[in-house]
């Protein structure tokens, strides 16, 4: 049976179908001003205690628009920079450049100098909006750059009196802030303040437009820009509340725990796409590494939805205050940006009463793969194509594969990327004859479920056999001691490449020889770590993946020294 036949009888055993789903808005710009025309008084995003309505947000918006237009004569189809944590202030910006029809560069704030450099030169920003403690890196960077507008806010800036002031003062007495420059920036608060009448030229998105230029390192080479346009945006909004939805669940008015960061495609899709989406009410976590803050911050909020992934999951279980959270009307667990470790999974479900929906994706598909629909999840899975996606496996020769074999998963869809950022070349690597090669090895089994193998670049060759670093670290978090692992291959004469793990322990007890004893009873002799390395944490991206690149690094840099 082919893969695609196993996901299309899941989807139809679902009451899904794999037809593309009708599109609520021809834009994600419309798609807000539906929300804002019939749900103008509903919460729409809280932050650091407070809570702004659709139509506050949208008021401000058209603020920031009208400074953007008449003051940095930014005009449709110019890239702007946002560098910003979860605050309201990212929504605030964002949907001012849609009415403008800027073109949003997500950018990490914590981007080094030349990280920064590239993606503002290679993207051609004009300006970038920034928060107060980022600046100092930006300004460094800002010569080498086109950068010609630099909008500064503080995390305080749209707090309500008098706990703004006691906060800035609190902030300027502990010295946490250093003062920013009088002239060559634009203060947030007074872009807001001016008088812009509101005026500037209305836009009207077309689907075929260019909206997002999400940079990753992908499936090739030096970090590039997607391409996501309006249409394969708001195809995966339509595509995610599909599955959402399935059993004829209303997710309406739904509020959302929004931990990982909205400059990240998953966050980004969910919290500016799927949430005007469904009128829903999104709270933000601004530092979600601060687990105590975190917890303090949700623990007087009914939530129904719940995002994250396994490394975060993993920090908030370890918490006593958050395993006695008051879970009664969470519903929806989302995981996805890493695999989730299915001991991991158990005890979320354990503490929670709610079953994790594990989903897979790509920023080059906008990003959604598939999901586990709620009610039909199997742990361990990515779960099936969401509607309107094909997919294929295919070996290393390109040759298709059945229901049951390993390959690389290839997708279609009308929510895959228009292509790489003034990369044709590149493109052409991974869209070809229309389906995007996503660099996971994958099996499909009969039930259409995907069960991601792993990263084709991560793979251990071990004497002629190949040896899946997901797969031992599933093993290894069995081990009541392990909270975290990552596996990488070390170079050996014999062998080619043996295996070398990094654990995390909550057991200073625990020994190199216990930790090999257990693989040795829980996987082929060949897959057994021949050296283990203990660590406090593990390097982790932006949104808390584990690097095992960084790991690899490490081990490349001690070899040659």
Known sequence: MKVQEAAEKAQLRMGLSNQQPALAADSLLGLWQQAV??????????????????????????????????????????????????????????????????????????????????????????????????????????????????????????????????????????????????????????????????????????????????????????????????????????????????????????TTISPLPLYHIYAYMLNMGLMPATRGHSVLIPDPRNIPMFVGAIKNIKFEIFCG??????????????????????????????????????????????????????????????????????????????????????????????VGGVGELCVRGAQVMKGYWQREAQTAEVIVDGWLHTGDIVTVDEQGYIRIVDRLKDMIIVSGFNVYPNELEQALTQHPDVLECAAIGVPDTKAGEVVKMFVVSSNPALTTEQVIEFCRANMAGYKVPRFVEFRTDLPKSNVGKVLRKELKAEEQAKSQA
């Not at 949003?104 to 450099?117: A, D, F, G, S």
């Not at 209305?202 to 992908?218: F, K, S």
């Not at 158990?346 to 009463?353: A, D, I, K, N, S």
Request: proline share 5%; hydrophobic share 40%.
């Open 37 to 254: 025309a019939d749900s103008a008084q509903r919460p729409a995003f809280t932050c650091l205690g407070q809570t702004l309505s659709y139509r506050e947000i949208d008021q401000m918006a058209d603020r920031v628009a009208g400074y953007f237009h008449r003051h940095l004569a930014l005009l449709a189809g110019d890239r702007i920079a946002v560098q910003l944590p979860n605050l309201i202030q990212y929504p605030i910006v964002v949907v001012a450049a849609w009415k403008l029809g800027l073109v949003i560069v997500n950018t990490n704030p914590m981007y080094t100098h030349r990280e920064l450099v590239h993606q503002f030169n290679d993207s051609g920003a004009k300006a970038v909006v920034v928060l107060d403690q980022f600046y100092d890196v930006l300004r460094n960077a800002l010569p080498e750059t086109g950068i010609e507008h630099v909008v500064v806010t503080r995390a305080i800036d749209l707090l309500p009196q008098p706990k703004k002031t006691l906060l800035a003062g609190l902030t300027k007495l502990l010295g946490k802030r250093p003062p920013l420059p009088t002239q060559g920036i634009v203060d947030f608060t007074e872009m807001l303040a001016a008088d812009n009448g509101g005026s500037y030229p209305p836009h009207n998105p077309a689907l075929e437009d260019i909206c997002a230029l999400q940079y990753t390192g992908g499936t090739t080479g030096v970090s590039k820009g997607v391409m996501l346009t309006q249409g394969s945006l708001m195809s995966n909004i339509a595509q995610a509340m599909a599955v959402v939805s399935v059993g004829g669940r209303s997710v309406t008015h739904y």
């Open 309 to 402: 992934l396994n490394s975060l999951f993993v920090a908030l279980l370890q918490n006593g205050k958050f395993r006695k959270l008051d879970f009664s009307s969470l519903e929806i667990t989302l995981s996805g940006g890493m695999a989730l470790m299915e001991a991991v999974a158990e005890e979320w479900h354990q503490v929670t009463g709610c079953v994790v929906s594990e989903g897979y994706g790509m920023t080059e598909s906008s990003p959604v793969i598939s999901m586990n629909p709620s009610g039909y999840q199997r742990i361990g899975t990515a779960g099936i194509p969401i509607p309107g996606t094909d997919i294929k496996v295919v070996d290393e020769n390109g040759l298709e594969q059945q």
